[in-house]
Nanobody, 125 residues
Framework: QVLLVESGGGLVQAGGSLRLSCAASGRTFSGYTMGWFRQAPGKEREFVAV????????YSRASVKGRFTISRDSAKNTLYLQMNTLKPEDTAVYYCAADSSTVGWPINPDEYDYWGQGTQVTVSS
């Protein structure tokens, strides 16, 4: 059984940083694409960044480029999202997800097979 567990969320002032972690277990993730999504109150879940578990290629939404970095540690089976220069509009519940396909860049939540429970990130102005 695949299990994804996020951690690292919290309350931070605008301009601050947080690092989210997603501990993955239940299988090997080589051949998977891993993603970070977020969902603010009253809004749809949106793609933040994705990474190929094998090879490490990444793709991010425009609004976080230069501020957020997605990475993974294969030895620890852990996915990360380093978030710098945080803004109030980054406030949301952040989710990690796993997609068994490596075709294209999956930015639609429906493309993912497994999800974590989410971690709250709140950025105060």
């Amino acid at each position: 059984q695949v299990l994804l567990v996020e951690s690292g969320g919290g309350l931070v002032q605008a301009g601050g940083s947080l690092r989210l972690s997603c501990a993955a277990s239940g299988r090997t993730f080589s051949g998977y694409t891993m993603g970070w999504f977020r969902q603010a109150p009253g809004k749809e879940r949106e793609f933040v960044a994705v990474i190929r578990w094998s090879g490490g290629n990444t793709y991010s939404r425009a609004s976080v480029k230069g501020r957020f970095t997605i990475s993974r540690d294969s030895a620890k089976n852990t996915l990360y999202l380093q978030m710098n220069t945080l803004k109030p509009e980054d406030t949301a519940v952040y989710y990690c997800a796993a997609d068994s396909s490596t075709v294209g860049w999956p930015i639609n939540p429906d493309e993912y097979d497994y999800w974590g429970q989410g971690t709250q990130v709140t950025v105060s102005s």
